[in-house]
């Protein structure tokens, strides 16, 4: 038996527990970045366009406890969605009320679902991959694709729907284990689906059923255990697409079909048109495969990877838990490919699965370090950039190298310093510096979340007042405030404020801003049942006020070149 000399026995023993000192501090590192990426951008804004507005009106609606049961946009009834993101969005604007404005208060359900869903991809992704502790790299995939970045940070229905895809998605894998609770796992399965079906109705369920029929191929599911669990499952499901349903129904059966019939099936179909109409799909093609970059790029990477040991059958027998997400992948796919309607946000449901699935590829040597060298470069420079912009708009000289940026953003606008956000952008740095000098341990794909990071958070600190000014609805709408007749705002004849063209975002937004609840006219030539009119002039679709009509007033966002709003009064 040999003994290594004291020098070098002295030398291990500090530079293991190093080691295991740097692995535990980017294990704490990992969760910062993750949490930090999730608060960039959610707070300290107002709600912006697309989706946002009404989902707020619907929010508002239910915090005043105005009605509980029929989402409401302003003083319209809107069911397009099931309420649960408002309900959830009502509770957490409440709860914080003494201290957060609505919308923010809001966002703290959005965070909430968020964090669910991180959890359950992180300790699937454990499970399946083998890891010695929670997977940090599959939410980091979920969240920090392209499609997903923005949208995670809006208050939409979307975002619980991903949070019970992913609690589902969680559970059905589980169940190809012959030692798998099937009460335990089936019930989470059903839960999950009962959250996807009141966030945004039968998709995602529908997907998930699908899903959970199509793994009775794989003989790891053909088992009495499984089909227990799919008893529990519905059982958990029940609830949830039971109880708020009846409920429209009893308050409104004319609301209930046209949310049950019109916005599932008629939007799927196409018989009825409510916005979202696909282009072509060689565009969704190209949309999607852009989109779901990383994540989906490097799920197919770990396939073909896989592919190369042994048959796409045999992977399937030999590891149907990958296999039934891959089922859930290609399902909901072939189910957006096969539906008349088609927006982005509509695949932010397939990032979980993807997410665990492609935290199980292993980069070859020469592309962690390209990939690594790249993400350093590159998101270095991008930061640099922002923090450029920050000082020019800060300087007013914001038309110097500005680029595109006036087709979206007012260049005239000065930023004022505010402490608060460019410590948040300090912070921010820190954490990529210290990614950086822990590289080695966090990975390439890590270091490439980390540079993200940094980019989208120092822009959602350090931009983020400008970005607001262009995308809110606050300034134009406090300036209507000022140019409305007091006789608009009492409770006389004609007191009412009408809308023509004003989509359910603006009328949300009036409401929320200025609380003027518009009624929504179908012509002019209802216009008379109020004394002022608010018109919506759009570039493609100009207005001509009829005769009879005054406008008073104009207006729109900063840097917002195709609408204006049009406040009109009677002559008569």
């Known amino acids: 038996m040999g003994y290594l000399p004291l020098g070098r026995s002295a030398q291990l023993s500090t530079v293991i527990p190093s080691t295991l000192t740097r692995t535990r501090v980017a294990q704490w590192l990992c969760a910062a970045l993750l949490l930090a990426f999730l608060v960039a951008g959610m707070f300290d804004r107002d709600p912006w366009k697309a989706d946002e507005p009404y989902s ?14 029929v989402p409401r946009v302003a003083a319209d009834p809107f069911v397009e969605k099931p309420p649960l993101m408002y309900w959830s969005g009502a509770l957490c604007a ?15 359900a959005v965070l909430a679902w968020l964090l669910v ?14 890891k010695a502790s929670f997977d940090w790299l599959a939410p980091m995939l979920m969240l920090g694709s392209f499609g997903a970045v923005e949208n995670v940070h809006k208050l939409t229905a979307d975002v619980p729907q991903l949070a019970g895809a992913a609690l589902a998605l969680a559970a059905l894998p589980r169940l190809a284990r012959s030692d798998a609770s099937s009460r335990l796992w089936g019930l989470q399965l059903g839960t999950g689906a009962g959250i996807a079906f009141l966030s945004k109705g039968l998709l995602v369920p529908g997907v998930l059923a699908l899903t959970c029929l199509a793994a009775l191929l794989l003989p790891a599911y053909r088992t009495r255990r499984y089909a227990a669990a799919l008893a529990w499952a519905v059982l958990a499901v029940l609830p949830w697409v ?22 599932n099936f008629g939007r799927f179909f196409g018989f009825v048109h ?16 852009a989109l779901t970059f990383p994540a989906g790029w490097l799920a197919i ?25 891959w089922g859930y992948v290609v399902l909901l796919v072939a189910t957006l490919a096969t539906s008349s309607v088609m927006r982005d946000i509509y695949i932010l449901s397939i990032f979980p699965a993807l997410g665990v699935l492609g935290a199980g590829v292993r980069l070859p040597n020469w592309l962690e370090k390209t990939w690594a060298t790249l993400a350093i470069v590159l998101m270095s420079a991008l930061g640099l950039f922002v923090w450029t912009r920050w000082g020019l708009q800060l300087t007013g000289n914001g038309h110097v190298a500005a680029g595109p940026i006036g087709k979206w953003l007012p260049l005239d606008y000065q930023l004022a310093f505010s402490p608060g956000l460019v410590l948040g952008a300090l912070l921010l740095l820190a954490l990529w510096i210290a990614a950086i000098v822990l590289r080695r341990e966090l990975g390439a794909l890590i270091l490439g979340f980390a540079g993200l990071t940094f980019v989208w958070g120092t822009l959602s600190t350090l931009l983020l007042p400008w970005v607001n000014e262009a995308r809110s609805y606050r300034t134009p709408f406090a300036e209507l405030r000022e140019a409305l007749p007091r006789a608009a705002l009492s409770g006389a004849p004609k007191a009412c404020a009408g809308s023509l063209g004003v989509g359910d975002s603006e009328r949300a937004m009036l409401d929320y801003f200025i609380d003027v609840r518009a009624i ?15 018109l919506l002039d759009k570039a493609d679709a100009r207005v001509t ?10 207006g729109g966002r900063a840097g917002d070149h195709n609408e204006r709003f049009l406040l009109m009064v009677g002559q008569n």
């Open 242 to 263: 039971v109880i708020w349903p009846a409920l429209l129904w009893h308050a409104s059966p004319s609301l209930f079909i046209e949310w049950f019939w019109d916005n």
């Open 274 to 289: 409510l916005g979202g109409e696909r282009k072509s799909y060689l565009s969704d093609f190209a949309s999607l495969i």
């Open 117 to 130: 869903a991180s959890a359950c991809v992180g300790r699937l992704a454990q499970r399946l991959h083998g």
């Open 56 to 69: 707020v009106g619907m929010v508002l609606n239910f915090f005043r406890g105005h009605d509980l049961i």
């Open 545 to 554: 006020p009829p005769a009879g009509w005054r406008k008073i007033w104009q």
């Open 301 to 325: 990477g770990a396939l073909v990877a896989a592919s190369r040991i042994e048959s796409w059958r045999r992977y399937a027998v030999s590891r149907p838990e990958l296999a039934v997400l």
């Open 94 to 108: 409440r709860l914080a009320s003494s201290v957060l404005p609505v919308f923010q208060g809001a966002q703290i």
């Open 520 to 534: 929504q006219l179908a012509d002019f030539a209802h216009g008379s049942r109020c004394g002022v009119l608010l």
